[in-house]
């Protein structure tokens, strides 16, 4: 059974810096793609970034130039540099792994960014 644990979530002000960790582990397989998602209070889950086995990347407009995706395929294990953050980074931040076919979720880290 894949599992997926997040940690490096909490409380910084405005303009600081925060690195996420995604851990994947529960038996022998190939990760297609990582990625970071985040869900703020009242609003829709919303793509943060990705990154594919072969380093493809891609970023939702609102974090590109501040955060940086970044994985360890042989450790399977994404990350999330975080920088210049502002209020509105403030979500729960889940990973995400593709692995052909299913699909895997971690259960979400808090990140509160205070003004």
């Known amino acids: 059974q894949v599992q997926l644990v997040e940690s490096g979530g909490g409380l910084v002000q405005a303009g600081g810096s925060l690195r996420l960790s995604c851990a994947a582990s529960g038996g022998i397989f190939i990760i297609t793609a990582m990625s970071w998602y985040r869900q703020a209070p009242g609003k829709q889950r919303e793509l943060v970034a990705t990154i594919t086995r072969d380093g493809r990347l891609n970023y939702a407009d609102s974090v590109k130039g501040r955060f940086t995706i970044s994985r360890d395929n042989a450790k399977n294990t994404v990350y999330l540099q975080m920088s210049t953050l502002r209020p509105e980074d403030t979500a729960v931040y889940y990973c995400?792994?593709?692995?052909?076919?299913?699909?895997?979720w971690g259960q979400g880290t808090q990140v509160t960014v205070s003004s």
């Open positions: 995400n792994a593709v692995i052909t076919p299913a699909v895997y």
